[in-house]
């Protein structure tokens, strides 16, 4: 069972323009969803993340929003620059266990 | 700003030979992980530990896979017999609190190929 879907697969962005992630979880336990940012030969490094009781959090560039009762939620990347060329994985966690459940990752990629 | 390191970086070794991997978590963290990244795929949840026992295992986390806290500072993922199917990139991984919602940061990642 997938617990966490992640689209698109891959996505290529002109510089300044917008990045958007969509992430559609199962579990109505899960009250942690965070967002990694990994680039090749690295580890995941934890982005942003966010709680089920706000509906959109904002850290610089970066913004997550929250669909509770679509069990959705996504990661727009404002005026995208070549550095956030990366590979993003949302996860998920939460209820009775402490796993991370991850998506199955995008490709982003910025065209200068 | 403290970070979990992991050695080696890279380790090959042959089809049913042993290898240890090796993980110091940040220093005031209680709950340890293991994940793996088969390449271009996801990242797997494999086991994670707390006071010096499992707490949590996925079923990719069988007999032949081992973790051990031998000091006050590694962390160690074994696997016994190693398959052509255990290559992939383990990442090691530390929380505070461990509650799930507490942030797991992760090394940097050891690539293991089985040859």
């Known amino acids: 069972q997938q617990q966490v879907k992640q689209s698109p697969q891959s996505l290529i962005v002109q510089k300044g323009g917008i990045s958007i992630i969509n992430c559609a979880y199962e579990?109505?336990?899960?009250?942690?969803f965070p967002w990694y940012q990994q680039f090749p030969g690295k580890g995941p490094a934890l982005l942003i993340a966010i709680r089920p009781d706000v509906s959109e959090k904002k850290e610089g560039r970066f913004t997550i929003s929250f669909n509770k009762s679509a069990k959705q939620f996504s990661l727009h990347i404002m005026d995208s620059q070549p550095g956030d060329s990366a590979t993003y994985f949302c996860?998920?966690?939460?209820?009775?266990?402490?796993?991370?459940?991850f998506g199955t990752g995008t490709s982003l990629t910025v065209i200068p | 700003e403290p970070e979990v390191t992991q050695t080696p970086s890279h380790q090959v070794t042959q089809m049913g030979q042993e290898v240890i991997l090796r993980c110091v978590p940040i220093?005031?963290?209680?709950?340890f992980y293991w994940y793996r990244q088969i390449l271009g795929q996801k990242v797997e949840f494999l086991v994670s530990?707390?006071?010096?026992?499992?707490?949590?295992k996925s079923e990719i986390f069988d007999d032949q896979f081992s973790v051990e806290r031998p000091d006050g500072s590694n962390f160690t993922l074994k696997i016994r017999s190693t398959k052509l199917e255990d290559s992939a990139m383990y990442f090691c991984?530390?929380?505070?609190?461990?509650?799930?919602?507490?942030?797991?940061?992760f090394g940097p990642g050891t690539r293991l190929t089985v040859l």
């Open positions: 579990n109505t336990a899960f009250d942690y």
């Open positions: 530990f707390y006071n010096n026992e499992i707490s949590e």
């Open positions: 991984a530390s929380s505070g609190q461990g509650a799930g919602t507490d942030t797991q940061y």
């Open positions: 996860a998920a966690s939460g209820g009775t266990g402490n796993q991370f459940y």
């Open positions: 220093s005031n963290h209680l709950y």
